[in-house]
């Protein structure tokens, strides 16, 4: 598995990434056009933005967007990894930092 920014993904990555959205937070992006127009609108953005995917073999596995706004603080938004490999250290880096708790980690590697 690799993290790579958006800049570096395929239109069929961008799609995978829309799709996870659908599949994993359906009440926020009930169709694919959402999720389409979500990204959209996050890659047109704050050019200070960043959005971090992480593939694996190819695949768009889970994905993040982080956003300014509080001053140095980034804001996490969305955070979504795929149904079948949540749960599976996607979005968890090793303690490497002091940190216990992979909820905690989520926002290091992913």
């Not at 790579?4 to 994993?24: G, K, N, R």
């Not at 127009?37 to 694996?56: H, M, Q, T, W, Y």
Request: glycine share 10%; proline share 5%.
């Amino acid at each position: 598995m690799e993290i790579v920014d958006f800049s570096m993904l395929s239109e069929t990555q961008i799609t995978q990434a829309a799709q996870m959205l659908t599949d994993e937070l359906h009440d926020g992006w009930p169709a694919l056009t959402n999720a389409m127009k979500e990204i959209n609108e996050l890659r047109n953005g704050d050019p200070d933005s960043l959005l971090l995917a992480a593939v694996d073999q190819g695949d768009v596995i889970g994905w993040a967007g982080l956003l300014p706004g509080y001053g140095k603080m980034f804001e996490l938004h969305p955070l979504v990894v795929r149904g079948d490999r949540q749960r599976k250290g996607v979005g968890v880096v090793p303690d490497a930092y002091g940190y216990g708790k992979p909820d905690i980690q989520m926002a290091i590697r992913l």
